[in-house]
C-alpha cells in the first residue's frame, strides 16, 4: 500500500492526507478506518504503520477491523467479548455432547456387565465354550470402552487447550483495554481502579502517594509543530517516567498531556525525590527530529504531590494532587510541589469511569 503523497511542509494538513489516502485505498469513511489511517499516517505507532503498509492495494474491511482489534482494542471491546463468547458456547455445548454421548456407552457398558452376570446366575452348569464366549464378549466391550474413553479425553484435552486460548485472548484484550493505544502505558480506565483499591485497605492508605504530571505548554507545542509532533512528545514523556521508576510504581497517561503515577511504600521525602528526579530528566531530554534534525526546544512538566493519608478518598486525593499541580504551573511551571506545604481546597470531577 502507497499513501497519497503528503507534502514536507510541516504545517500541512494531515487530516486532508487521510482523507486522501483512503480515497486513494477505497477505504470507506467510517471512523474506526479513520482513526487507524489517522495514527498510521501521523507516525506516532511505527507497528501500526507497518501493519497499515502491508495492506494491499484495495485492503477489505475485514483486514482493517482485525488492524483495528489490534491496535484499538479499548474501541473493538465489544466485538471481541462477543467472539470469546460464541466460541465459548461452542466449546462448551461440544463437552457436554460428548460426555452425554460417553455417559450412554458407560450405560451400555453397564448393562452389558450386568445381563452377562445375571445370565451367569441363572446356570447351574457352564460350559467352557460358553465361558470362553461370555469372556471374549466382555473383552471387545471393555476395550471399545476403554478406546473410547481414551479419544473423549484426547479431545477433552483439546477442547481444553482451545479454552485456554480464549481466556489468553480475553486476558490480553483486557490489558489492552487498560493500555493507552499511544504510550503503552495504562490508561484512564486502569487509573481509576488502581487509585480506588488504594483505599481498601488502611496500609494502601499509609503507604501510597499520588503524583499527577502535566506537560508545560503543550498547546503551544501542537500550535507550533503540529499533532503529530505533539504525540511523539508525549510517547517520550511516557518512556521516561516508565523507565525511570522502580518496577511496582503504576504510571498512566490519564488526558492529553497528563500523567500520573501511584508510588507504594515510600515517604513523602522520597516521593518527592522520586518526582524532582523525573522532571530532571524529562528537562534534560533533547526532543528533536532525527529525520528532519528540527530542534523542538526543551519540554517540562509541572507536577503534583499528594500523600493516601491527606485525603478522605480517591477523589480527595486526585483533587489535592491536582492543587498542588496547579500551585507548580502558576509558579512558573517546571517544579513539584507538595499538596502538605499548600493551603485551602478544591474541586475535579476525575472519575471518567466510575460506576453508579
Known amino acids: ?10 504545517n500541512s494538513d494531515l487530516a486532508t492526507t487521510v482523507v486522501a489516502t483512503m480515497r486513494q485505498l477505497g477505504v470507506v469513511g467510517a471512523p474506526r478506518n479513520y482513526e487507524i489511517f489517522y495514527e498510521a499516517l501521523a507516525g506516532t505507532n511505527p507497528e501500526l504503520s507497518l501493519a497499515v503498509v502491508a495492506l494491499s492495494s484495495r485492503p477489505t474491511q475485514d483486514d482493517l477491523d482485525r488492524i483495528g482489534r489490534q491496535f484499538f482494542a479499548q474501541n ?10 460464541d466460541v465459548l458456547a461452542k466449546e462448551l455445548e461440544d463437552i457436554a455432547s460428548l460426555l ?3 455417559r450412554t456407552q458407560v450405560e451400555k457398558y453397564g448393562k452389558i456387565l450386568h445381563e452377562t452376570s ?6 447351574a452348569t457352564i460350559s467352557r465354550d460358553l465361558l470362553q464366549k461370555i469372556v471374549s464378549a466382555v473383552s471387545v466391550a471393555t476395550a471399545s470402552t476403554i478406546d473410547r474413553g481414551k479419544q473423549v479425553a484426547n479431545t477433552l484435552n483439546d477442547k481444553t487447550a482451545e479454552l485456554e486460548s480464549v481466556k489468553s485472548k480475553l486476558e490480553e484484550y483486557k490489558r489492552l483495554a487498560d493500555t493507552d493505544p499511544l504510550t ?5 480506565r486502569a487509573f481509576d481502579k488502581e487509585i480506588a483499591r488504594i483505599y481498601n485497605s488502611n496500609k494502601g492508605i499509609l503507604f501510597n502517594a499520588l503524583v499527577l504530571v502535566d506537560i508545560d505548554r503543550f498547546k503551544d507545542i501542537n500550535d507550533k509543530f503540529g499533532h503529530p509532533v505533539g504525540d511523539k512528545i508525549i510517547r517520550t514523556v511516557a518512556d521516561i517516567l516508565q523507565s525511570s521508576v522502580r518496577r511496582g510504581v503504576f504510571v498512566a497517561r ?3 498531556e497528563e500523567f500520573a503515577l501511584i508510588v507504594e511504600g515510600t515517604s513523602e521525602d522520597i516521593t518527592c525525590d522520586i518526582a524532582e528526579r523525573l522532571r530532571k530528566l524529562i528537562e ?4 528533536s527530529s532525527s529525520q528532519t534534525a528540527t530542534n523542538y526546544g526543551t519540554v517540562t512538566v509541572s507536577m503534583g504531590v499528594c500523600m493516601a493519608s491527606e485525603a478522605e478518598n480517591p477523589e480527595d486525593l486526585y483533587v489535592k494532587a491536582d492543587q498542588a499541580l496547579y500551585r507548580s504551573k502558576v509558579g512558573g511551571r517546571n517544579k513539584v510541589t507538595r499538596h502538605s506545604s499548600m493551603v485551602g481546597q478544591g474541586s475535579k470531577n476525575w ?4 460506576k453508579d
Do not use: C
Open 1 to 10: 500500500m502507497q499513501p497519497a503523497a503528503v507534502s514536507q511542509d510541516r
Open 76 to 85: 473493538h471491546g465489544q466485538g471481541i467479548v462477543d467472539q470469546a463468547r
Open 100 to 102: 452425554r454421548n460417553e
Open 118 to 123: 445375571g445370565g451367569l446366575a441363572n446356570r
Open 184 to 188: 503503552q502505558v495504562w490508561n484512564r
Open 254 to 256: 490519564t488526558g492529553g
Open 284 to 287: 534534560q531530554t533533547q526532543f
Open 351 to 354: 472519575m471518567l469511569y466510575k
